[in-house]
C-alpha cells in the first residue's frame, strides 16, 4: 500500500494546528498557502483567546457557561454538539499553546492573565499583548517548521489552490452520512511565481482558507480573504452554510486601503463608546463635560454595557450615527476614549492596536478618544460540515445556565463530539474537511469575540484526529485513482487561466471589463447591501447589480499578459469566485426572512423560531437556470433551548423608520 | 558533512573569530598604548626634572631616549616583537577576509553606529599600510623608502626620527611632510580602530548588552580614544618639529661609550644626577 | 484627523518612481506613475489604483506593478520594500507624511539583499531557512494535554514578548551591511544568518522548555554566518519596525556562546 498523504489548504491558524496535529500523528502532509504561512490572516487578531479557567471557574463560570454564552451569542443558529465540544476543550488548546512558548501576558505571580471580552461576564480571555493572533500563528508556525525540519511536512507557499480533485465515490468507501457521489482525492493548485498549475494526490484534502472579507471591499481582513477558495469548493459541490452570516466589527478604523480593526480588547481593558449628545459640538472631544457626554451603550444596556455582542453594538453605531445624525463631526464615527486609563497599563495590555491608530491615524489614542466606525469582519457562514455526536444527550434540552449552577455534563473529549469519529467537520464531499473559519460550524449567527481563534485551533488539534482516523481506516487510497481525472482537472483549469489570459495586456480596457473596477463595484454594493442593516428590496437590487458583475467577469480583459507571476490574474480568477460566493450570501439572506444575530432586517425586525431556526445551506446546481439551490437543515438543539437575546436590554428600541440602509464604511 | 566534522568547522571558526578579537586587544591593543606612551614621552618629557637636559625640549628628547633604550635592552625582546609581528599579520590577515564579508551601506543608512562600521574597516586598512611602513622603515631599515635615507637607531632614537619625519635636518621637506602626513592619518587610523574595536568587542564578548551599558561603555572607550589619539598626534607633531641635531648631542651625551649592553646597568643609575 | 488629512491630500498629485523588473532573468527599469491619494493614502493604496489605470506618466500603458501584502496594518511583513532608499513596510508608509507636498515623488524599489520575483516582490526563503538553520521553535513533547506550560514572572514574560513579535519581515536583513545576497540555496548554511535569527535564538533560550535545545542553537551561531560575522553597524535595530532591541539580543547570545565555549572546553568530550 503506498503511502497516505494529506493536503492542508491554508496555513492560518486552523491550517497549521491540523499540520502539527497530523504530522505528529506520522502522516505526512502537504501544507499550501497563497502566502508564506507565517504571513497569513491570523496574525491580525488582536484580543485574544477565550476558554473556562481557573478564577472564572472559582467566580461560578464553568466550560459549560462558555458553551452556553457562545450559543446565546450566536443566537441559537449553530448546531450544538460541536460548541460544547469546543468550550470543554478550550482549556487544553490554551495550555498546550501555553507550553508552545506563547509569551501570554501574566500576573505579577505569574500565572496567565485575563480579560474580558464582549458577551461574558466573567474574565476568560486570554491574551499576549495586543496581538494575540500573531503571537499564537508563531507558535504554530514553529511547530509547523519544526515538523518540516523532520521532513514530516512539506511546504508549497505562493501557491494558489484552485480546485478540489473529486473521484467517483464507491458507496461502500462511505464515511459518515452520504451527501454526495463524489470523494475528493486531491487537488489542483497553481504556483503563483511560475505560473504552473499541477494536480496534487491526497486522502483527504483539509481546506482552512479562512474568511471572505475581500467581498465586501474594505473590510477588516488581509488581502488575500477573498474567499476564493470556498467558492471552488461550492462550485465544485460541496455545501455552503449560513453565508448570510457576516459579522460586521463596531469597532474599526476606516481607511483608504482597509479598515482596521481596534479590537473588543479596547473595550475590555475599558474603553467606553460616546457621542456628544449635542449633534455637531465642534469642541475637543476632552473639553465635553461628562454629562454632555452620550454613552449610549452603557445608557441602554446597563448589564454588558460596551461589550455587548458585535452585531449589536454596531447596530446602536449605526443608529446613532445614520438614523440619529450624532456621528461625530456629522460624519459616521464615534468615539472609542481609552484616555481616562493609566497610559502604561495601556501600553502593556493594548500596545499593539494603539500603535496601529497612532501609525495610520496620527493620533495619541492615550491622549484622544480614537474615532472608529463598524467594518465587515468576519464570516460565520461557510462550508457546511457534519459530525459525529457525542455521548451527551440530556433528552430534554436544558434552560439558561447561570453562574454558578452545576454544568449538566462534565468537560473530558467525547461528549459533545464522538473524539476521532472520520466524518467531524468534513464537508457532504467525503475527503473534503473544512476547518477554521472557511468552516461554518460553531458561531451561529454572531461569533463571540475570541471565540475565532479557539475554533480555527480546535479545529486543527482535535478534528485533525478524525483525518487521521479517516486516512488510516480507509480501504481505499488516492494513489488508486486514475491519472485521467487529474490531468482533466489540469487541464480545465489550464484553459480557464488561458481564457482569462485572452487578449490580455492589449491597450486600454474600459472600466466595464476592469476587474479591479469591478472588483471596487462589488465590494461597494455588498457592504451598502448586505452588512448591519439590510432589507429585501435593497438585496434584490444588489442581486441584479451581481448578475451585471458576473457577466462583466465573464468577459474581463486583464491588463496584464504575463506568463510570470501574473497577480493580476490570481486576482481577477478570485473575481469570478467571489461574485459567485456574493450571490450566495445575498440568495441566503433573502430568504431568511427573519432577524437573527448579525443578520438583521428592517422588513422582518424579530427572531423567527418557527419558520427559520433551521441552517441556510447552498448548494450550485449548474444544470439550473438559477444555479444556487438553497435548501434548509434543522439546528441540532438538543442540549439547550433557545431563548431570546436580549443582553439585559433598558427600555425597548424605539421604532426607527427604514430610512437608510447603507453599508457599514460608508 | 557529517555532525562531526560540521561541529569541528563551527568550533574552529568561533575560535578563529573570538582569537581575531582578542589579538586586536592583546597584544595589539596594549602594544598601542605602551608604544604612544613612549613617543609621547617626547612632549611630557619635558616635565621630567630628571632628564639629561637642561631645557624643556631637551628633557623630552631625553626622557624619550631613556624610555626607548629601556625597551630595546629588555630581556626576550626578538621573541616580543615576533609575537607582536605574528599578531599582527594574524589580525590583518582575518580582518581583510571578513571585511571581503561585508557591503558598507553608509549612503542608505547614514546614522553613527554604521559610519564607524564602514570606518572600522577603512581604519584597518590604512593602519596596516602604515604599520607595514612604520615597521619596514624604522625597524627593518627599509631606508629606501625614507627621504633622506636615514636609518633609526635605537641609540638615537628622537634624532633618527625626527630626520625620518622632517626629510633632512635643516628643514622640513615637502617629501618629509607627505611622511609626516602618512603618520599623521596613519596614527589616527590606528588609535580609532582600536577603540572602536574595544566598544564593539564589548558587544562580541557580551559584556555590554543592554543599550545603555552599550553607549556607557562608548563613553569610555571615546575617553580612551581622545587620550590615544591627543598622545598620538602629539609624538607625531613633538617629532616633527624636534631639532635632529640637539637631540643627536642629548643622546650622545646620554651613552657616550656607544655600548648598549652596559647601558643597562647605567639605565638603573642613570637617576642619580 | 480624516478632515485635514482631506485638505493635505485634497486632489493633489503626487508621482511614484517604481523599480521594475518582469522576471530574475530581466533588467531592472524605472518607470514612474502619477496618482491622486485618497484622504489617509498609503503607498499600498497608491499601488491599487496604478493596478487599475497602469499608465504611466508619460501617458504609456503599462502592467500593475507586482507586490506582496497582507495585513495591511504592519503585522504580517508581506509588503517590506525600499522606500526613498530606506527599508520599511509600504502598508504604513502614509502618502501625507513621506510625500506632503503637490508634486512630489516617492521612489519604490525591492529589497536588494533577496532575489527578484517580480517588481516588488521578493523571494525571502532564506529568512526562513535562518529559522531552521537555528531550531527556533520548543521542543514540546507532543501535543497531548500535559496541563499548562512552565510558569513565568512578568519580568521574563514582558521581554520575550518582545522578542516574540519579529515578523520576519527582513528590514534588519535588507539595512545590514554584512547580510548580503546569496541566490544560492546552498550558500545558506554559512552565510550571515542576520539579526532577526539571533534576536530568535534569545527568545527561544530564555523559555524553560525551549532552554533544552539551547547549545545546539548556540552551536549554529558559532559556526560560520552565525554571530560572529556581525559587525555591530547597528543598522538592523534602527531599521526594525517592531522596535525589537537586535543589537542587546546579539550582544547577549555573544556573551551566550562565549561562556558556552569555555564550559564547553571544560566539559566535552
Ligand atoms: C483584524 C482582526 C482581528 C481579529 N481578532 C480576533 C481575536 O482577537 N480573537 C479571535 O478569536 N478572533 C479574531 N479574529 C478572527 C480570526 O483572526 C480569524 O477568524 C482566524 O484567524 C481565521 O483563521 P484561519 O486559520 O481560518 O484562516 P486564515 O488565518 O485567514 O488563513 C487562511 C490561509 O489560507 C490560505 N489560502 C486562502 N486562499 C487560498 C488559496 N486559494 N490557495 C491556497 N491557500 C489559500 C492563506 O494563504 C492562509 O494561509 C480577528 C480577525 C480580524 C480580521
Ligand atoms: S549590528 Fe550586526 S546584524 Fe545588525 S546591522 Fe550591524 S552587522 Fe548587521
Ligand atoms: S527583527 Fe525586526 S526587522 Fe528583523 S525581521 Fe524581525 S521584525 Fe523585521
Ligand atoms: S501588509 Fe502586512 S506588514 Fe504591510
Not at chain 1, 464553568?62 to 450566536?74: A, V
Not at chain 1, 463595484?521 to 439590510?534: D, F, I, N, Q, R
Not at chain 3, 529559522?131 to 499548562?148: A, C, F, H, N, Q
Request: net charge negative; charged share 20%.
Amino acid at each position: 500500500m503506498s503511502e497516505r498523504r494529506v493536503i492542508v489548504v491554508g496555513g492560518g491558524l486552523a491550517g497549521l494546528a491540523a499540520t502539527i496535529r497530523i504530522a505528529e500523528a506520522g502522516i505526512p502532509v502537504d501544507l499550501f498557502s497563497m502566502c508564506p504561512v507565517k504571513r497569513s490572516h491570523s496574525v491580525c487578531a488582536q484580543g485574544g483567546i477565550n476558554a473556562a479557567n481557573d478564577i472564572a471557574r472559582q467566580q461560578g463560570y464553568s466550560e459549560y457557561q462558555h458553551f452556553d454564552e457562545t450559543l446565546l451569542g450566536g443566537d441559537f443558529l449553530a448546531d450544538q454538539a460541536p460548541v460544547l465540544e469546543m468550550a470543554n476543550f478550550a482549556p487544553r488548546v490554551i495550555d498546550l499553546l501555553d507550553r508552545m512558548g506563547v509569551p501570554f501576558n501574566r500576573t505579577t505571580e505569574g500565572f496567565r492573565d485575563l480579560r474580558l471580552f464582549g458577551g461574558s461576564l466573567f474574565k476568560r480571555t486570554h491574551f499576549a499583548g495586543a496581538t494575540t493572533g500573531q503571537q499564537l500563528l508563531y507558535a504554530l508556525d514553529e511547530q509547523t517548521r519544526r515538523w518540516e525540519v523532520e521532513g514530516k511536512v512539506r511546504k508549497y507557499e505562493f501557491w494558489e489552490f484552485l480546485r478540489p480533485v473529486l473521484d467517483e465515490l464507491d458507496p461502500d468507501d462511505a464515511i459518515g452520512h452520504v451527501h454526495s457521489d463524489k470523494r475528493c482525492v486531491g487537488i489542483v493548485a497553481q504556483d503563483m511565481r511560475t505560473m504552473q498549475i499541477r494536480s496534487f494526490r491526497a486522502d483527504a484534502v483539509i481546506m482552512a482558507t479562512g474568511g471572505c472579507g475581500l467581498i465586501f471591499g474594505k473590510s477588516t481582513n488581509s488581502v488575500i480573504c477573498t474567499g476564493g477558495a470556498a467558492s471552488r469548493c461550492y462550485q465544485a459541490g460541496a455545501w455552503y452554510a449560513n453565508g448570510e452570516m457576516i459579522q460586521v466589527h463596531p469597532t474599526a478604523i476606516p481607511g483608504a486601503d482597509k479598515c482596521r480593526l481596534m479590537s473588543e480588547s479596547a473595550r475590555g481593558e475599558g474603553g467606553r463608546i460616546w457621542v456628544p449628545r449635542k449633534a455637531d459640538d465642534d469642541r475637543k472631544p476632552t473639553d465635553i463635560p461628562e454629562e454632555e457626554r452620550l454613552y449610549f451603550l452603557e445608557e441602554k444596556y446597563p448589564k454588558y454595557g460596551n461589550l455587548v455582542p458585535r452585531d449589536i453594538a454596531s447596530r446602536e453605531i449605526f443608529d446613532i450615527c445614520i438614523n440619529q445624525d450624532l456621528g461625530v463631526a456629522g460624519q459616521n464615527q464615534v468615539f472609542l476614549d481609552l484616555t481616562h486609563k493609566d497610559p502604561e497599563e495601556l501600553d502593556r495590555k493594548l500596545g499593539g492596536i494603539l500603535e496601529i491608530y497612532e501609525k495610520f491615524v496620527g493620533d495619541d489614542p492615550r491622549k484622544v478618544p480614537m474615532r472608529i466606525f463598524p467594518a465587515v469582519h468576519y464570516s460565520m457562514g461557510g462550508l457546511w460540515t457534519q459530525y459525529t455526536q457525542g455521548d451527551y444527550d440530556p433528552h430534554q434540552p436544558h434552560g439558561a445556565h447561570n453562574p454558578g449552577d452545576t454544568p449538566p455534563i462534565a468537560t473530558e473529549p467525547g461528549h459533545g463530539l464522538k473524539l476521532g469519529a472520520s466524518n467531524n467537520m468534513m464537508t457532504n464531499i467525503p475527503g473534503l474537511y473544512a476547518f477554521g473559519e472557511v468552516n461554518f460550524a460553531y458561531h451561529g449567527a454572531t461569533r463571540l469575540g475570541a471565540n475565532a481563534l479557539l475554533s480555527c485551533i480546535f479545529d486543527g488539534l482535535y478534528n485533525g484526529l478524525s483525518v487521521v482516523n479517516a486516512v488510516r481506516d480507509a480501504e481505499f487510497s488516492a494513489a488508486d485513482a486514475p491519472q485521467s481525472i487529474f490531468d482533466h482537472a489540469v487541464a480545465d483549469e489550464q484553459t480557464k487561466t488561458d481564457a482569462l489570459l485572452e487578449g490580455a495586456g492589449s491597450g486600454e480596457i474600459p472600466d466595464e471589463l476592469n476587474p479591479y473596477i469591478i472588483g471596487l463595484e462589488l465590494g461597494e454594493e455588498m457592504t451598502a447591501a448586505s452588512t448591519v442593516v439590510k432589507t429585501g428590496d435593497r438585496m434584490r437590487q444588489a442581486m441584479t447589480k451581481l448578475d451585471e458583475l458576473s457577466d462583466r467577469c465573464s468577459r474581463m480583459k486583464l491588463n496584464d499578459a504575463a506568463a510570470w507571476s501574473n497577480r493580476t490574474l490570481s486576482y481577477a480568477r478570485s473575481l469570478q469566485d467571489m461574485v459567485v460566493l456574493a450571490k450566495v450570501i445575498l440568495k441566503g439572506g433573502l430568504q431568511r426572512e427573519e432577524s437573527r444575530g448579525s443578520h438583521y432586517r428592517l422588513d422582518f425586525p424579530d427572531r423567527d423560531d418557527e419558520n427559520f431556526f433551521k441552517t441556510t445551506v447552498a448548494e450550485h446546481v449548474p444544470s439550473n437556470p438559477d444555479p444556487i439551490r438553497i435548501f434548509y437543515c434543522n439546528v441540532d438543539a438538543r442540549l439547550v433551548e433557545p431563548r431570546a437575546r436580549s443582553y439585559g436590554e433598558k427600555k425597548a428600541k424605539p421604532e426607527q423608520p427604514p430610512a437608510q440602509t447603507a453599508g457599514a464604511g460608508a | 558533512m557529517g555532525h562531526e566534522e560540521e561541529g569541528t568547522l563551527a568550533k574552529r571558526y568561533f575560535l578563529l573569530r573570538r582569537l581575531h578579537s582578542l589579538t586586536g586587544i592583546l597584544p595589539i591593543g596594549v602594544f598601542l598604548i605602551f608604544h604612544l606612551t613612549t613617543n609621547s614621552s617626547v612632549l611630557w618629557g619635558a616635565a621630567n626634572t630628571r632628564a639629561h637636559a637642561d631645557d624643556l625640549p631637551g628633557r623630552g628628547i631625553a626622557t624619550f631616549q631613556h624610555e626607548v633604550s629601556f625597551i630595546n635592552n629588555l630581556p626576550g625582546l626578538l621573541i616580543m616583537e615576533i609575537t607582536l609581528w605574528a599578531a599582527i599579520a594574524f589580525h590583518a590577515i582575518l580582518g581583510i577576509w571578513y571585511a571581503t564579508t561585508g557591503k558598507s551601506n553608509t549612503a542608505r543608512y547614514p546614522h553613527m553606529d554604521n559610519r564607524r562600521y564602514a570606518l572600522q574597516r577603512l581604519t584597518g586598512y590604512i593602519a596596516l599600510l602604515f604599520i607595514l611602513y612604520h615597521i619596514a622603515t624604522l625597524r627593518w631599515g627599509w631606508s629606501f623608502l625614507v627621504p633622506g635615507g636615514v636609518t633609526w637607531g635605537h641609540e638615537h632614537a628622537a634624532s633618527t626620527l625626527a630626520l625620518a619625519l622632517r626629510g633632512s635636518a635643516d628643514s622640513i621637506t615637502v617629501a618629509g611632510l607627505a611622511v609626516s602626513l602618512f603618520y599623521f592619518v596613519g596614527v589616527t587610523s590606528a588609535v580609532f580602530h582600536f577603540a572602536n574595536g574595544l566598544w564593539t568587542a564589548a558587544i562580541t564578548w557580551g559584556l555590554t548588552i543592554s543599550t545603555a551599558a552599550q553607549r556607557r561603555w562608548g563613553v569610555v572607550c571615546a575617553g580612551l580614544g581622545i587620550l590615544l589619539m591627543a598622545m598620538a598626534w602629539g609624538s607625531v607633531v613633538g617629532f616633527l618639529f624636534t631639532d635632529p641635531e640637539k637631540a643627536r648631542e642629548i643622546e650622545s651625551a646620554m651613552h657616550p661609550e656607544e655600548d648598549s649592553t652596559e647601558h643597562t646597568a647605567r639605565a638603573t643609575t642613570d637617576g642619580a644626577p | 484627523m480624516a478632515a485635514s488629512n482631506a485638505q493635505q491630500s485634497g486632489k493633489r498629485h503626487i508621482r511614484l518612481k517604481i523599480l521594475r523588473q518582469e522576471a530574475q532573468d530581466k533588467l531592472p527599469r524605472y518607470e514612474t506613475f502619477d496618482v491622486q491619494p485618497e484622504p489617509g493614502a498609503n503607498v499600498i493604496s497608491c499601488l491599487q489604483q496604478i493596478a487599475a489605470r497602469p499608465v504611466t506618466a508619460s501617458g504609456e500603458q503599462s502592467t500593475p506593478v507586482a507586490y506582496d501584502a497582507g495585513c495591511l496594518e504592519e503585522v504580517c511583513g508581506a509588503c517590506t520594500m525600499v522606500i526613498n532608499g530606506r527599508v520599511r513596510q509600504s502598508c504604513s508608509c502614509l502618502i501625507d507624511q513621506i510625500a506632503p507636498n503637490d508634486g512630489d515623488t516617492i521612489t519604490l524599489e525591492p529589497m536588494t539583499k533577496f532575489p527578484v520575483i517580480r517588481d516588488l516582490w521578493v523571494d525571502r526563503s532564506r529568512l526562513f531557512h535562518a529559522l531552521k538553520r537555528t531550531s527556533s521553535w520548543v521542543p514540546i513533547d507532543s501535543i497531548y494535554d500535559r496541563g499548562p506550560g512552565p510558569k513565568e514572572l512578568p519580568d521574563k514574560q514582558e521581554p520575550r514578548y518582545v522578542l516574540s513579535t519579529c515578523m520576519s519581515c527582513g528590514c534588519c536583513l535588507e539595512a545590514c551591511p554584512q547580510y548580503n545576497p546569496r541566490p544560492d540555496e546552498k550558500d545558506w548554511d554559512e552565510a550571515f544568518i542576520g539579526a532577526h535569527a539571533i534576536s530568535q535564538v534569545r527568545l527561544f533560550n530564555l523559555h524553560d522548555t525551549g532552554k533544552q535545545l539551547k547549545s545546539e542553537r548556540l552551536e549554529a551561531l558559532m559556526g560560520p554566518g552565525g554571530v560572529s560575522d556581525c559587525g555591530n553597524a547597528q543598522n538592523c535595530v534602527k531599521v526594525c519596525p517592531k522596535e525589537i532591541p537586535l543589537t542587546e539580543s546579539i550582544a547577549a547570545i555573544g556573551r551566550a556562546v562565549t561562556v558556552h565555549s569555555i564550559a564547553r572546553w571544560f566539559t566535552a568530550r
